[in-house]
């Protein structure tokens, strides 16, 4: 047997002490640079406000549309919302949208006022408190732009805290033309100020929301040249030849006409549309299988074209027909003029013949025509829209689907108010955390805590297994 001796043990185990120190102080290294990296990531995001947007549908940004209206500007935007420092969360929600706004544009400047605390900032930036439900909320949008040559300074208000309403009001603010849309009474329409299941008030409120003005046209007389566009929401009545001549007439010179007629009506509304290349057959579409509610008369239209009222648009939400007709859409003969199919019916919807056979789609539901044509130095364009059915925009149907957005979309294109169109998306599509800087610190020292924990235990581990 071999004896060692004492010296070259204690030797020995003096350096496999030395090598254990060694590698616990570099754990120790290690773990106190994870923390610091931790320690300094959580306390930059207390600092620094960096967001993105991993939705499928980028629910958490501003639309294209928003961005393009906001890539436009030359000149500040000023919004001022009048919120209550009482209504802390709606402050706050509305903060975190304008301050999309605000990252996205040099241009726009937000600041908020408390109407209770602070009337006077109100009068200083040019809000009379008077008469105001200041309890409500109210936004201030002040947009100064160049008329020959001088500064001149546009205001709106507006109650809205969603984006449409904020790109809206930045759109509406300082705008040169009035948007005017008539409704033609006369002929058994749906009443655009009947709160009945059947009227269209909801869709004129809907109007009225993105600032247009709603009047009413009797084409006994000429239509008047400020309406941009003109609709007829479904008349059942033989409209007489001279006011169809009227309207033809104004179309002819740049007017712009959306058509909503139901299955089964009276009007000879394809009389005009005729010389524009579109048709409203008249005859009931149904669909036993792609419908809504189970009812064969309740099209579910989800098939749409790459016309932009409905580029956007996917099967995902599809536009509900409550009965309706095919449009069809043919040549005229003349090369000037274009037409288009905007939504189209299930593969599975058919007609049937006067001698109950079966005509089978597809058909289309809605389609568009335009046509321009230089006149001086001006350019004159005619655009109108044909649809089979005027249920969609009934108060009892608008807010089915996507009807609501395929209304808006489609005044908006016919207005040549492009930077309108836009899908108001699926407020569930994706769903932001957005917490507040004494929130944000309490996460950071949640998360933080379970690291410092084990830290403390290892060195307290650490330390005894040394001291043995």
């Known amino acids: 047997m071999i004896i060692r001796k004492r010296e070259e043990l204690e030797a020995r185990e003096a350096v496999d002490i030395q090598r254990l120190a060694r590698k616990g102080a570099g754990s120790l290294v290690y773990v106190l640079i994870v923390l610091a990296i931790a320690f300094l990531a959580m306390a930059a995001s207390i600092t620094f406000h960096k967001s993105w947007d991993l939705s499928d549908t980028s629910a958490n940004s501003l639309s294209p549309q928003s961005m393009t209206v906001l890539a436009s500007l030359e000149e500040d935007v000023e919004i001022y919302p009048m919120l209550p420092k009482r209504r802390k969360m709606q402050r706050e929600q509305f903060w975190d949208l304008l301050r999309k706004y605000r990252d996205a544009s040099r241009h726009i400047q937000v600041e908020f006022i408390d109407p209770i605390r602070q009337p006077g900032r109100m009068a200083e930036v040019g809000v009379d408190a008077r008469g105001q439900d200041l309890g409500r909320g109210l936004t201030l949008i002040k947009r100064t732009r160049m008329v020959d040559g001088s500064p001149v300074e546009y205001k709106q208000t507006f109650r809205g805290q969603e984006e449409q309403d904020v790109t809206n009001a930045i759109l509406e603010v300082g705008r040169t033309r009035d948007r005017v849309v008539g409704f033609a009474r006369g002929y058994g329409e749906r009443d655009p100020e009947s709160s009945a299941s059947g009227g269209i008030e909801l869709a004129v409120r809907a109007l009225m929301d993105e600032y247009y003005t709603v009047v009413d046209v009797d084409l006994e007389r000429d239509v008047p040249n400020s309406v941009t566009v003109m609709v007829l929401a479904g008349p059942v009545q033989t409209i007489p030849r001279s006011h169809l001549d009227r309207l033809q007439h104004w179309l002819d010179g740049g007017g712009r006409l959306l058509a909503l007629q139901d299955p089964d009506?009276?009007?000879?509304?394809?009389?005009?549309?005729?010389?524009w290349g579109l048709r409203i057959s008249g005859d009931d579409l149904l669909d036993p299988r792609d419908n809504l509610n189970g009812s064969p008369i309740f099209i579910k239209a989800d098939t749409y074209s790459d016309h932009p009222v409905v580029s956007h648009f996917n099967k995902r939400l599809p536009t509900a027909f409550a009965r309706t007709s095919g449009v069809d859409h043919f040549e005229t003969g003349e090369g000037l003029l274009y037409h288009q199919e905007l939504v189209t019916a299930g593969q599975l919807a058919y007609t049937m013949s006067e001698d109950g056979r079966r005509q089978?789609?597809?058909?289309?539901?809605?389609?568009a025509s335009w046509r321009s044509r230089e006149e001086g130095d001006f350019e004159i364009e005619t655009r109108l829209v044909a649809v089979g059915d005027s249920d969609f925009i009934s108060n009892n149907y608008l807010a089915q689907n996507a009807n609501r957005n395929f209304f808006l979309n489609t005044m908006a294109w016919l207005g040549r108010e492009e930077e309108l169109i836009s899908l108001?998306?699926?407020?569930?599509?994706?769903?932001?955390?957005?917490?507040?800087?004494?929130?944000?610190?309490?996460v950071f020292w949640i998360v933080l805590s379970p690291a410092i924990l084990v830290l403390v235990v290892g060195v307290v581990v650490l330390s005894r297994r040394r001291g043995r």
Not at 265 to 275: F, I, Q, W, Y
Not at 431 to 437: E, W, Y
């Open 265 to 275: 009506s009276a009007s000879n509304l394809n009389d005009l549309l005729r010389d």
């Open 360 to 367: 089978p789609g597809p058909y289309a539901v809605a389609a």
């Open 424 to 442: 108001r998306r699926d407020p569930m599509a994706g769903q932001a955390i957005s917490l507040r800087p004494a929130v944000r610190t309490e």
